[in-house]
């Protein structure tokens, strides 16, 4: 069984009964799986803000869209709530306002 970037703590006692083990590779899986939707979050956002930097208004829709469209992928798969989703878009939508 490859671990992958498993959190050391779960690797103490590897489990005996097939459906803890199981329920390990789920959980090591989904482990990955959420740190890289956290990166692309990251990501994200992050050009987005340099974009923003740069001053180019047809990137800058581009690039908010495509913003717009990982926080709401992300709120859809539970990485972060809604409510978050909803705050960061109002507030990273405000700082086009802000460098006009």
Do not use: C, F, H, W
Request: overall charge positive.
């Amino acid at each position: 069984m490859t671990l992958g970037r498993a959190r050391p703590y779960n690797l103490i006692q590897m489990p005996r009964i097939k459906s803890a083990k199981k329920a390990l590779r789920q959980n090591i899986r989904r482990y990955n799986r959420n740190i890289e939707r956290q990166k692309k979050l990251k990501g994200v956002i992050k050009e987005y803000k340099k974009t923003l930097a740069a001053g180019n208004k047809e990137e800058i829709k581009k690039q908010l869209s495509l913003v717009y469209k990982t926080l709401d992928k992300m709120a859809k798969v539970d990485l972060i709530k809604p409510g978050k989703a909803n705050r960061l878009k109002s507030r990273l939508s405000k700082k086009i306002a802000s460098t006009s």
